[in-house]
């Protein structure tokens, strides 16, 4: 367990280096200069190039890498050019609400995906189980925005029972902040669960015909027996695989989602930072996102430890 550790920090390092530097040398090529964005194009030559010098941008390309290595070695990550105040903070205040939709979303999901296999599992001529497996190959095809507009339009604008934007703290006001999770949420659900239930179905069909579930049964366990004890612990490893990089992927990728429901997370502020060319916050959240990759998958490699003895062993 501990050289595993050793490996992930080492690949930690290696994949924030790589992940830094082409993200650093990618967001020079977008056109035009942060300073004359900031200041106006009537802006003095002087006072443009001024403002250069504070933001780090004066000097030849490769002096601004090798001066942004050094301050991100030491810690220093910069100052955002729009909200004026350490990216750190800027990425840390905008990441509660994307990881809280995230985990739950994620969680809701898991076991939305266990509890429809299982079920089909056990009763697979049961016309309601089978109906929830045409409803996940659905949920697969259908794109997530077309999902949320149709949500917003029928139980925010139609209904009313949900707002259809905003976003609270659910630690600060849980009253207010869960009505105006639902709908994100719900969408985010739908699609989630439909691939998770997709990836479990295969695996557990590829654990049923195994000689070690007849001997179960001869022992007199019940089909649900089986299913609970030997299949599911056996056939969800693949699901772990999919939650872990499914789970890093929308940290850093439910743009739409967040677009649609007006929710400060990480993805909306990587948006509007490449359009307002922040570099320090562009390469803030780029590395940030990275970082969470390497963690979630190294989460995911320590529950195959606890999920298998087999892993344990080697």
């Known amino acids: 367990m501990a050289g595993l550790l050793l490996r992930r920090l080492r690949d930690l390092v290696v994949i924030l280096l790589i992940v830094g530097t082409m993200m650093f040398f990618v967001i020079r090529l977008i056109p035009g200069d942060p300073a004359i964005a900031i200041l106006g194009p009537t802006a003095k030559p002087a006072d443009v190039e001024a403002l250069r010098q504070s933001m780090g941008l004066s000097g030849s390309l490769w002096e601004q890498y090798l001066s942004w290595l050094g301050n991100v070695a030491g810690g220093d990550f910069g100052s955002s050019i729009t909200y004026h105040a350490p990216v750190v903070r800027v990425v840390t ?17 898991f076991f939305v995906a266990v509890l429809i296999t299982s079920w089909n599992a056990v009763s697979p001529r049961n016309p309601v189980a089978r109906g929830f497996n045409l409803l996940s190959s659905l949920g697969m095809a259908i794109p997530d925005f077309w999902i949320a507009l149709i ?33 994100p949420v719900v969408c985010l659900v739908i699609g989630q669960s439909a691939l998770f239930t997709l990836t479990l179905r295969e695996s557990v069909l590829g654990e049923l015909p195994h000689t070690y579930l007849r001997t179960a049964r001869v022992k007199g366990l019940s089909e649900r027996q089986v299913m609970l004890r030997h299949v599911l612990p056996n056939a969800l490893m693949p699901l772990i695989t999919q939650l872990g990089s499914n789970f890093a992927m929308m940290v850093g990728g439910i743009v739409i989602i967040e677009s649609i429901f007006v929710i400060p997370g990480l993805g909306s502020l990587l948006m509007g930072a490449v359009s307002t060319r922040d570099f320090p916050l562009v390469q803030g959240v780029t590395l940030f996102v990275a970082l969470m990759f390497v963690v979630v998958n190294l989460i995911v490699d320590l529950s195959y430890a606890l999920l298998d003895p087999k892993v344990r062993v080697s």
């Open 151 to 183: 949500l917003v339009l029928v139980f925010a604008v139609s209904l009313r029972w949900f707002p259809s934007s905003g976003y609270t703290d659910l630690f600060t006001d849980p009253v207010a902040g869960v009505p105006m999770l639902v709908l």
């Open 93 to 109: 205040e905008h990441f509660v609400p994307t990881l809280t939709l995230a985990v739950i979303s994620t969680v809701i999901s």
